[in-house]
């Protein structure tokens, strides 16, 4: 069955760097977008970036946007999160997510998700 | 962006009950709307997808409607192990924006 486990997570400090990965199997890693999605304590959720199942296509939310990059390795059945200028503001739980089909569709499988905390 | 608002916020129900909750798009979003469910400390779960699709191996008392700007999730026969928040997500264009939630908390 579809296994997504994020790592990377932990505690950094306001304008720093921090890179997730998600180590994704069970399915054929290179027919899917790719999402991250993110929930802050308390709150409700955040689509942060997607990309397409060959890696040329991306699409950011508008709070990450220019900060946050997400790219893939295929042939690993990886996909990461490059996060800079970190803010009090990222601090959530980062989920990476399968999408159901294409890069537009919705996604159908989620990892268990991993905590970013931004505090000085 | 589109936006997504849910309503209610939070809904109390009893076991057997059926449980309407809205989602309205600030623009059209044809059928690209799905809706999960999330446990305390959990990650989402795909409830329906394109609006009305009953996503594999959820229960048939779930189901979806809605086309264009404004939807519904019904579950019919509240099970205990219902009680959980509830999120619309619009597929329709970048951002993918999700809806505030909505609690739905034991009577």
């Known amino acids: 069955q579809v296994q997504l486990v994020e790592s990377g997570g932990g505690v950094v400090q306001p304008g720093g760097s921090l890179r997730l990965s998600c180590a994704a199997s069970?399915?054929?890693?290179?027919?899917?977008?790719m999402h991250w999605v993110r929930q802050a304590p308390g709150k409700g959720l955040e689509w942060v970036a997607v990309?397409?199942?060959?890696?040329?296509?991306?699409w950011y939310g508008d709070s990450v946007k220019g900060r946050f990059i997400i790219s893939r390795e295929n042939s690993q059945s990886t996909v990461d999160l490059q996060m800079n200028r970190l803010t009090t503001e990222d601090t959530a739980v980062y989920y990476c997510?399968?999408?159901?089909?294409?890069?537009?569709?919705?996604?159908?499988?989620w990892g268990q998700g991993t905590l970013v905390t931004v505090s000085s | 962006d589109i936006q997504m608002t849910q309503s209610p916020s939070s809904v109390s129900a009893s076991v057997g009950d059926r449980v309407t909750i809205t989602c309205r798009a600030s623009?059209?979003?044809?059928?690209?709307l799905a809706w999960y469910q999330q446990k305390p400390g959990k990650a989402p779960n795909l409830l329906i997808f394109?609006?009305?699709h009953l996503e594999s191996g959820v229960p048939s008392r779930f189901s979806g409607s809605g086309s264009g700007t404004d939807f519904t999730l019904t579950i019919t026969g509240l099970q205990p192990e219902d009680f959980a928040t509830y999120f619309c997500?619009?597929?329709?264009?970048?951002?993918?924006?999700f809806g505030q939630g909505t609690r739905l908390e034991m009577k």
């Open positions: 623009q059209d979003i044809s059928s690209w």
């Open positions: 990309i397409s199942s060959d890696g040329s296509e991306e």
């Open positions: 394109a609006a009305s």
């Open positions: 997500q619009q597929a329709n264009s970048f951002p993918h924006t």
């Open positions: 997510a399968k999408g159901r089909t294409s890069i537009t569709s919705c996604t159908d499988s």
């Open positions: 069970g399915f054929t890693f290179s027919y899917y977008g």
